[in-house]
């Protein structure tokens, strides 16, 4: 299962004890549950509709009809295993990527999601060389940006024209067996992209200036930056999970690591439109049963400011994303 906890993201209403209690609403529908080790949501601008990549499935959930016994709209099943998604600003098109370790060919997916509520999903596939773990979009929806694993255990983020699939540019990572997470600023300006033997790591390109590599943790669960590029959220493990905030405008993209209080499996993050929280999903144990909480940080001061606890049974805790919905003006 999955919820949603509406929090008001304008400064004077943040919860200021830690955790405070919020009322969440449980998503219900057999076709929600998780059967993979990863599932990403990605959230239409009006919150009318959301959609989950999990294991090899594509599910558009009706979020104005969450508190019904089933809220989903239609089920896609591909033939590969999906792990992120992001949706264009205009909810036209849904952008998803897949792996599969003995045919890497056609990994990126434009999912037609415009019309879900009378037609099927339509899925266009273009060849990457390699296994998708990563998607962002440019706020223009003119580019998207896979993280991609090559054959030849390279990680890159081919950069691509969301109108005909064709190849932009490389953005050239490190080689390694990581999962490269992607985020990229509301200009495109700034992308960050998880490299390194395990993840630790992330390889930041800001406009013109050379591309730096900074070391954030042992592993990168969730990567987010702000709306202007200017700073880098990663949740990784670093001795305990923490959060590190990067700050790209300094010369060696300075490193503040933040304590978050009981997490011990982080399991996303997200960045307000204002570029001032992050807000981190996860369990306070590895155990199934643990307690599903949210984790919020001021950004500014570089530090944690909150936590949001779920207010259901264990049985019903299951957070593997976090999506903050805005609409574009």
């Not at 998604?85 to 036209?92: K, Q, V, Y």
């Amino acid at each position: 299962m999955r919820f949603r906890t509406p929090i008001d993201l304008s400064t004077d209403a943040l919860p200021g004890t830690s955790p405070i209690t919020a009322k969440g609403t449980v998503i219900k529908g057999s076709a929600l549950r998780a059967t993979g080790d990863r599932s990403s949501w990605s959230i239409s601008g009006d919150g009318r509709h959301g959609f989950l990549v999990n294991d090899t499935r594509i599910v558009a959930v009706d979020l104005t009809e969450i508190t019904g016994d089933d809220p989903v709209i239609r089920t896609k099943t591909m033939d590969r295993t999906l792990w992120d998604c992001a949706l264009s600003r205009d909810g036209e098109h849904l952008w998803t990527g897949g792996f599969e370790t003995r045919k890497r060919q056609k990994m990126l997916h434009r999912v037609d999601v415009g019309k879900v509520d009378s037609q099927d999903l339509t899925v266009t596939s273009y060849d990457v060389s390699g296994a998708v773990f990563g998607v962002a979009l440019s706020a223009k929806g003119d580019k998207v940006y896979p993280g991609v694993l090559t054959e030849t255990n390279s990680l890159q983020v081919p950069v691509t024209n969301t109108l005909d699939g064709s190849l932009i540019n490389t953005l050239s990572g490190d080689n390694g067996f990581g999962k490269p997470l992607v985020a990229v600023s509301v200009d495109g300006g700034t992308v960050a992209l998880v490299v390194g033997d395990g993840g630790g790591s992330v390889k930041a390109f800001k406009g013109q200036d050379a591309p730096r590599t900074i070391p954030v943790g042992n592993q990168v669960y969730g990567l987010a930056v702000t709306p202007d590029g200017t700073l880098l959220c990663a949740v990784a493990a670093k001795d305990t999970y923490s959060a590190a905030v990067v700050d790209l405008t300094t010369a060696n993209g300075e490193v503040r690591h933040i304590e978050l209080p009981g997490i011990r499996y982080p399991r996303g993050v997200a960045i307000d439109p204002n570029g001032r929280y992050a807000y981190v999903a996860g369990y306070v144990s590895s155990d199934s049963g643990s307690t599903a909480r949210l984790w919020v940080i001021d950004l500014t001061a570089a530090e944690h400011c909150a936590s949001v606890e779920a207010d259901w049974g264990p049985t019903e805790t299951e957070i593997d994303d976090v999506e903050i919905a805005w609409r574009w003006e």
